[in-house]
């Protein structure tokens, strides 16, 4: 079935400096990604959606100059939250699409982001 | 964002019992999916549905797609200890974004 791989699992940095979280699909096109985030006990909330090779849409209220999303190829989609701040603490989960075949949300493993 | 109305937003039962759950939505989708949610780790999709009216089982897990297409329930079936977990509804329609329920805790007593 189809994989996605995410990483990393767990990742603590200090307040000011930038993660990058990848998300590559292992067997099989991932012409659209799906950015989440989760807060404790919460549901899953959509961040943006990136196509491949395009500037990713960001949901209301999500700042794209702090979570760059870069989509570069069908198989690797990246989140990078620039200058983290503790509030930025949250589990990130990503999704991909195959649009073409109709293989769809197959979700990342999620990254623990903590930010001291 | 948009989300499902799922209910309940927790249950807790004996192990062997039946589970119901179900999602609601004001808008009408083209694909159910069902979720599972273990802590600390991505939703993993259980049952798939595509059509409406449409009934499908994966194991003891049993989904449908409502004839509305706003609806949807999951039936967990003579329930064991590694059921418990978050479970989670999700709809789209054709290329949109999965829409998310708020989900179910299941816990399972022993």
């Known amino acids: 079935g189809a994989v996605v791989s995410q990483h990393p699992s767990r990742v603590i940095c200090k307040s000011g400096t930038s993660v990058k979280i990848e998300c590559r699909s292992l067997?099989?096109?991932?012409?659209?990604m799906f950015w989440y985030r989760q807060f404790p006990k919460q549901s899953l909330m959509l961040m943006a959606t990136?196509?491949?090779?395009?500037?990713?849409?960001?949901e209301q209220g999500v700042e794209k100059d702090k979570f760059l999303i870069n989509h570069a190829s069908l198989t690797l989609s990246t989140l990078t939250v620039t200058s983290a701040h503790p509030e930025d603490s949250s589990f990130y989960i990503c999704?991909?699409?195959?649009?073409?075949?109709?293989?769809?949300?197959?979700f990342g493993s999620g990254t623990r982001l903590t930010v001291v | 964002g948009q989300q499902l109305n799922q209910s309940p937003q927790s249950m807790f039962i004996q192990e062997g019992e039946d589970v119901s759950m179900n999602c609601t939505s004001s808008?009408?989708?083209?694909?159910w999916l069902w979720y599972k949610q273990d802590p600390g780790e991505g939703p993993v999709l259980l049952i798939a549905l595509y059509k409406a009216g449409e009934l499908t089982s994966n194991g003891r897990l049993t989904a449908q797609f409502g004839i509305t297409r706003k609806d949807s329930f999951l039936n967990i079936s003579a329930s064991i200890p590694s059921d418990v977990g978050i479970y989670f509804c999700a709809g789209t329609s054709g290329n949109t974004p999965l829409v998310f329920g708020k989900g179910t805790r299941l816990s399972v007593i022993a």
């Open positions: 808008s009408i989708f083209n694909t």
């Open positions: 999704s991909a699409r195959d649009g073409a075949r109709g293989v769809g949300y197959t």
């Open positions: 990136s196509n491949e090779g395009s500037k990713a849409t960001y």
């Open positions: 067997d099989f096109q991932a012409t659209t």
